[in-house]
């Protein structure tokens, strides 16, 4: 009698984080839907060049030449440029059909006081433009959706850490911002997060052929987003050598020949296309290498690049401009992602103590060495390539936001004692981004003019 008196109650309780999970959910898509109203139309990060590459693809069905200026970036039927061109057209193939199912849409006139003459400024969005924004809003409710997998394969007895890493992803600014926008990053981090959900399956469980060819597969397929991918084929390749069990070093070797096999046939193809075009298997739209700045510009760049990074990866710093104190910001994330930081390194500190098991403390390791990877690709672009990538691109590493926020909810839990009061400080910190994303989207929405905001 007492079992099926207690049936209902382990039920519900069950339920419990699965109605969290669609609260977050839900909030997410309120604000990613309204930070895509607020955004200016075409103001969103490269979304000019964004929806040159789209629209060639959708109506002409050709991939835009490479141009190398901003004012190049230009759509010509059957003769378009994009700066973007640099990149494969997996994200650009999947809005396509979206786009030509809007493409009877009326263009929408976006019009607006320039701050420095006075005078209005306006001019003509393609109409599909403002529907297809919605497929970033999509692409990242399914990121959470795997953040949430992953958070509950890693720590299965701690659901409160299955809703803070869902939560604190969710509500970062800049994971909102980007997923409400036309750009390939919205598909490039929900790659991350899904790779992230196979490396933890196979560390908790062992390695088998399904998930391996599972991960080859989307090794491949985040390859034709962008090439920021590679971060993920040398984790991968790590995750098979530390999967539990007792395979030999013969059948580790035949997985990880096979996942980088299918990495290379669906992924080989597009810097193959880059050589007989460009005669370059890796091209880029703009050079000017940090390296070859004069002196005084270079170090003042490399003194302010770790703090522009930093806050670019988690607040969409320049379109909040002038409405946002940065400075402030700037103090508020460096103290919660040292209090993260302390709390990783005591949750590692005590792993003997606590039994922490193996498959965590390697998800752990590798989120983090999987952000390092991303973020040492990032500076060797500044350095070599465009010194901008070091100011701005900070963005760019929103595809390992995910990674990062995950540990980050493991950290502050184990800081604040795994219990009850973990349970209060990851909800504190949740509302509080909540908070800032709502401000986000006020600073963007005053500064672009949308939701109503006239300039003062």
């Not at 490399?302 to 103090?331: E, G, H, K, Q």
């Not at 390992?400 to 502050?412: N, T």
């Amino acid at each position: 009698m007492a079992e099926h008196e207690g049936t209902p109650a382990k039920r519900r309780s069950a339920s419990l984080p699965r109605v969290g999970l669609a609260l977050i959910l839900a909030l997410y898509l309120a604000l990613a839907a309204l930070q895509s109203f607020a955004t200016r139309l075409q103001w969103g990060p490269d979304e000019p060049a964004h929806i040159v590459y789209l629209r060639s693809l959708a109506m002409d069905g050709r991939l835009p030449a490479l141009a190398h200026s901003d004012a190049d970036n230009i759509y010509l039927p059957g003769a378009s440029r994009s700066h973007q061109a640099q990149h494969p057209p997996l994200y650009y193939l999947l809005a396509a059909p979206l786009w030509r199912a809007f493409a009877a849409r009326p263009d929408e006139t976006v019009s607006y006081v320039d701050r420095a003459s006075g005078g209005i400024q306006r001019f003509s969005v393609p109409g599909p433009v403002r529907p297809v924004r919605l497929l970033s809003v999509l692409l990242g409710a399914l990121t959470l959706i795997f953040v949430w997998a992953v958070a509950r394969t890693v720590f299965p007895e701690r659901p409160a850490l299955w809703l803070a890493a869902a939560a604190l992803t969710a509500f970062t600014p800049m994971f909102t911002y980007v997923n409400s926008v036309i750009n390939n990053d919205a598909l490039l981090g929900l790659t991350f997060a899904a790779a992230a959900w196979l490396w933890a399956r196979l560390l908790r469980f062992g390695a088998g052929w399904r998930d391996v060819l599972l991960l080859g597969l989307l090794l491949g397929l985040a390859l034709n987003v962008k090439q920021t991918a590679f971060a993920l084929a040398f984790v991968s390749v790590l995750v098979l050598i530390l999967a539990p069990g007792k395979p030999s070093w013969k059948q580790r070797a035949s997985w990880i020949a096979a996942i980088l096999a299918l990495t290379v046939a669906l992924g080989a193809w597009w810097f193959l296309r880059n050589w007989l075009a460009y005669n370059k298997l890796v091209v880029h739209p703009f050079f000017e290498p940090l390296l070859q700045l004069p002196e005084p510009q270079r170090s003042a760049v490399l003194s302010a690049m770790p703090a522009r990074v930093f806050l670019f990866t988690l607040v969409p710093v320049d379109a909040m401009l002038p409405y946002a104190n940065i400075a402030a910001l700037l103090r508020l994330f460096a103290s919660l992602a040292f209090l993260a930081l302390i709390g990783l390194v005591t949750a590692f500190a005590r792993r003997r103590r606590t039994a922490m098991a193996r498959h965590e403390a390697l998800s752990l390791a590798l989120w983090m060495l999987a952000g390092a990877v991303v973020l040492a690709g990032l500076l060797w672009n500044a350095l070599r390539v465009d010194w901008r990538m070091g100011t701005s691109g900070g963005r760019l590493l929103v595809c390992v936001l995910p990674l990062a926020m995950m540990a980050s909810a493991r950290g502050l839990s184990a800081l604040f004692g795994e219990r009850r009061a973990s349970h209060i400080a990851l909800a504190s910190v949740s509302l509080l981004l909540l908070a800032l994303n709502l401000y986000a989207i006020w600073a963007i929405a005053a500064g672009y003019q949308t939701l109503g905001f006239t300039p003062p």
